[in-house]
């Protein structure tokens, strides 16, 4: 069962799905085989009016009713909009550290031809130093000493809040033997992309920055 939806956000749904399709709202009704004026009054209602309306207005646009009336689970950030007035603050290093936490998912930019190359990898922090594991000639493998940048973000979609972490520096491959051991045995090691990931890349910023979008 479904939580009630905002009939004003499936009605958007509805909206930018028929403009992706080129329909206008008397083809819609057509082919969901209601009349016009019946369709509209549904979407001012919301599904809890009529939800076989709503199962033949999905049929219609090709979608199925779960994304009508919750979204996609896996639609990038970004399609709840802002939040009320919202406003950029610049964080601290101190602040940044603190939001990256221990471990998680950021991304490595990496300086390659024909331009930047900037890939998702699980990180675990260490000694402020992020550090991930990689493989020989794997994307995600950069040139040694090579400057490159490591962002980590967090986005609230239903508060329309989030903030965003960039270090710069080097990145090294580690070969002490001791850190490669104790690398390893931090939560949050294990590569999510599996294979052959036995190397370790250690970027140790020479900058941190980040900033908070806040609303309210």
Sequence with gaps: MHDTPDPAVVARRIAERREQLGLGEEELARRAAMAPR???????????????????????????????????????????????????????????????????????????????????????????SFAYRTGARHATAPEEGAAVSFQVDHIDEYLGRGWSVLALGPAHYVDDPGELERLDGLVGAAPWAGGDRRLWVRIRPEEVTGRRLVTG
């Design 38 to 128: 019946y369709l509209r009054h549904l979407l001012e209602a919301g599904p809890g009016f009529d939800p076989g309306g709503f199962v033949r207005i999905a049929a219609a646009l090709g979608s199925s009713t779960d994304e009508l009336l919750s979204g996609r689970a896996d639609a990038p950030p970004g399609h709840g909009g802002p939040g009320p007035r919202p406003q950029l603050e610049n964080l601290t290093e101190a602040e940044c550290w603190e939001l990256v936490g221990t471990h998680g998912i950021g991304r490595i930019g990496l300086p390659v031809e024909p331009g930047p190359v900037v890939l998702p990898v699980n990180y675990v922090v260490d000694r402020a």
